[in-house]
């Protein structure tokens, strides 16, 4: 999974998100909300402005929006650089009508953080760093040079000094936060979208290999008269041509290639057409079918029950779907990797809850992190040691917000933990140190229900040659 996180929404891409078409619409409006804005200034409000220039600069944006839309296809996507050309014009447009208008002294100034809004959304960090300062810049500038705001009687509309530097740092402050806040919301957003994803393509893949299991088990099924009666038939084809070694060899071949196939059918599906053992298994085989591909990595993996568990009591039968199979196998597969050299897989059961236990003789999870535990993408530096111990993982935390994704899904509270980190128990044996992962479902949402239209698979019909 550590392939994955290669940004499937990087900077970038999001950069490239935007329609020319959105750009043209949002631009129509404000340029409506401008003209309507000095329109509302001359009549309800008798304030002596350059309206003439004032109406130059809007209709330099009516210009570019009638360029853009002649010029270019209506389902244009910007690039990254079109993007930030398009969102400093409306910068400048903005700061240049407001110098006409009072400067800061216009409450309408305010909306300056807009455009540095949508560059921290969808432009990259150098992007919005550009966009900050020239804000930044342009609003330092308005503070001296500004046409002040008069009404027809001659009355200068201004704040005092003191006010308009409280503007001026609130905008500065403003642009720096809603920026950062800004790029953080959409980044986590980004992130979970992709890990979400990357987990709907895991589950969708073990529900293939699920599927597959099935299909494999039922040809397996259906296939096993008419390979019997293959061998049969050239078992008898055999014994009648002894006399006849040419023939005999043919017969020969057709048997041992008869069996072949039944061999290959039992190993890829062992269990009959579409029963209990593809739907339901005990939790042990469960399991067990999560672990066996780490079982031979160098690791030693422990099956255990919990010691207060009455032994008599055998595993319950659970629905084997495929987010708990892969949600397990990443859980075991991260205790492989960070193990030194053991570790345990603890069942336990009750009327009421099914929990399991993943431990660990390793060093645990950081301890700065395990808060963490589980959301997408947390990285930390790697040590070279880490390199050694697990090479080709980067670290993000996607394995495990994988598993902890689907493992909720089918029910189930988890939970992290480190172990007490001394590597024996006073009689010398190996115990677990490390991380601890504890996943408990309540037993209503996974035990198998037998349904009242399944009854016993019955009698397999006898063989008539």
């Known amino acids: 999974m550590t392939d994955f996180s290669a940004n499937l929404i990087s900077e970038e891409s999001r950069g490239n998100w935007i329609r020319l078409r959105t750009i043209i619409m949002v631009r129509w409006i404000a340029v409506a909300g401008q003209v309507a804005t000095l329109i509302a200034a001359h009549l309800l409000f008798s304030l002596s402005l350059e309206y003439g220039l004032c109406f130059l600069v809007v209709g330099a944006s009516v210009v570019v929006n009638l360029i853009a839309m002649f010029v270019f296809p209506e389902n244009k996507l910007l690039s990254e650089r079109e993007n930030l050309s398009m969102i400093l014009f409306d910068l400048l447009q903005l700061c240049l009508l407001l110098s006409l208008t009072g400067g800061l002294n216009n409450p309408f100034s305010i909306l300056v953080l807009g455009p540095v809004t949508i560059s921290a959304s969808v432009l990259s960090i150098r992007s919005t760093v550009i966009m900050a300062s020239i804000a930044i810049a342009v609003v330092t500038l308005l503070l001296p040079l500004h046409v002040p705001l008069r009404t027809e009687s001659g009355l200068v ?97 057709i048997r041992d290639q008869a069996n072949r196939c039944r061999e290959i059918l039992h190993s890829m599906g062992r269990a009959g057409k579409d029963d209990l053992h593809i739907h339901t298994a005990p939790l042990s085989a469960v399991i067990d079918e999560a672990a066996e591909p780490h079982l031979d990595r160098g690791k030693m993996v422990h ?163």
């Not at 642009?175 to 890990?195: D, P």
């Not at 199979?325 to 059961?349: K, M, T, Y």
């Not at 495990?400 to 007490?420: C, D, H, Q, V, Y």
């Open 157 to 253: 509309l201004a704040m005092p000094e003191l006010f308009l530097f409280g503007i001026w740092a609130a905008i500065v402050i403003s642009v720096l936060f809603s920026s950062l806040y800004s790029r953080r919301v959409v980044s986590e957003m980004a992130s979970m979208s992709e890990a979400l994803a990357a987990t709907q393509m895991a589950l969708a893949r073990e529900q293939k290999l699920t599927d597959l299991g099935g299909v494999v088990a039922a040809a397996a099924h259906e296939l096993g008269t008419p390979l019997a009666t293959i061998k049969l038939a050239s078992a008898e084809l055999l014994d009648e041509l002894s006399d006849r070694p040419d023939l005999a060899e043919d017969a020969a071949l």
């Open 303 to 465: 099956f255990e029950t919990a010691a207060e568990q009455d032994l008599t009591d055998l595993p319950p039968d659970i629905e084997r779907r495929p987010e708990i199979i892969h949600g397990l196998r990443n859980l075991i597969q991260n205790a492989v990797d960070f193990a030194h050299e053991n570790v345990w897989v603890e069942s336990a059961w009750t009327e009421d809850r099914i929990t399991l236990r993943i431990m660990d003789d390793g060093r645990g999870f950081p301890a700065h992190l395990i808060g963490r535990i589980g959301d997408p993408f947390v990285s930390s530096r790697r040590s070279e040691r880490d390199r050694k111990q697990r090479p080709g993982y980067e670290g993000m935390g996607l394995g495990l917000f994988i598993a902890k994704t689907l493992l909720e899904r089918s029910g189930a509270e988890l939970s992290f933990a480190n172990g007490p980190g001394e590597g024996r128990s006073s009689s010398g044996r190996a115990r677990p140190t490390g991380a601890i992962i504890e996943v408990s479902w309540p037993r209503s949402r996974i035990a198998a229900v037998p349904s009242p239209q399944q009854g016993a698979l019955g009698e397999n019909p006898n063989f008539h040659a």
